[in-house]
Nanobody
Framework: VQLQASGGGLVQPGGSLRLSCAAS????????AAWFRQTPGKGREFVAVIRWSDGRTRYADSVKGRFTISRDNANNTVLLQMSSLKPEDTAVYYC???????????????????WGQGTQVTVSS
């Protein structure tokens, strides 16, 4: 399974971006699909997760109310709509998926089996 992330770029504070992550390869059957982000010198930070079976979502407090994660089952794609962006949202964003873990530690990066290559989001005036 390969994950391909896209949609990053430069945006002004208060603006919006939509990230996309497409899964390809053998039949894809994820438990959870998520977005993490990372800045230089810091670890990978949880942003949002969606449970593939029923669409239940969870968000980091820092993005709640501004970001929306969704999925397109037919196209094996997960989206992250980001609004009211702030300079502190600047990071490399990674999509991830797990296929065997069903526990509550969905916010931990080490619970994910597959990762996309990362896409840069820069929020700056």
């Amino acid at each position: 399974v390969q994950l391909q992330a896209s949609g990053g770029g430069l945006v002004q504070p208060g603006g919006s971006l939509r990230l996309s992550c497409a899964a390809s390869g053998r039949s894809f059957s994820a438990v959870n699909a998520a977005w993490f982000r990372q800045t230089p010198g810091k670890g990978r930070e949880f942003v949002a997760v969606i449970r593939w079976s029923d669409g239940r979502t969870r968000y980091a407090d820092s993005v709640k109310g501004r970001f929306t994660i969704s999925r397109d089952n037919a196209n094996n794609t997960v989206l992250l709509q980001m609004s009211s962006l702030k300079p502190e949202d600047t990071a490399v964003y990674y999509c991830a998926a797990n296929v065997g873990y069903t526990g509550s530690l969905y916010f931990r990066w080490d619970k994910y089996d597959y990762w996309g290559q990362g896409t840069q989001v820069t929020v700056s005036s």
